[in-house]
């Protein structure tokens, strides 16, 4: 009964304070209303754990896209999440995603407290 698709993968940090931006953007970037959604401390900070449920979400719902989104003052990454390591962690995500799946579309941004979503390239 694994018939049914889904667009796309969203993963996002936890993070209380981001969910409202991340449904707004959703809201706005996704009008077929499919997708998966992953959250977890962290975005994309625990790569092989994102790496299994984009395997899963391809196995299961044939996704074309996958959303990583990381935040600014993630408390996963502390200290050391400045911008930079946070845009360095998610071009990283991005090629590991395309060499193993090629044909998935993937895109990342690093989101702002103010609800500003930063595309990463
Ligand atoms: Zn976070």
């Keep these: 009964m694994n018939d049914h698709t889904a667009e ?48 899963i979400a391809l196995r299961l719902h044939h996704i074309k896209k996958v959303i990583l989104i990381n935040h600014e003052d993630c408390g996963a990454y502390g200290e050391a999440g400045t911008p930079q390591k946070h845009a360095e962690d998610l071009r990283n995500a991005k090629a590991k995603a395309q060499e193993i799946y090629p044909e998935l579309e993937v895109e990342t941004y690093y989101l702002h407290l103010d609800g500003t979503f930063e595309s990463i390239s």
């Design 8 to 55: 796309a993968l969203v993963v996002s940090c936890i993070d209380y304070r981001l969910q409202e931006a991340i449904n707004n953007w959703i809201s706005k970037n996704f009008s077929p209303k499919t997708f998966d959604r992953v959250a977890l401390a962290g975005g994309v900070k625990n790569l092989d754990t994102i790496m299994g449920q984009i395997d």
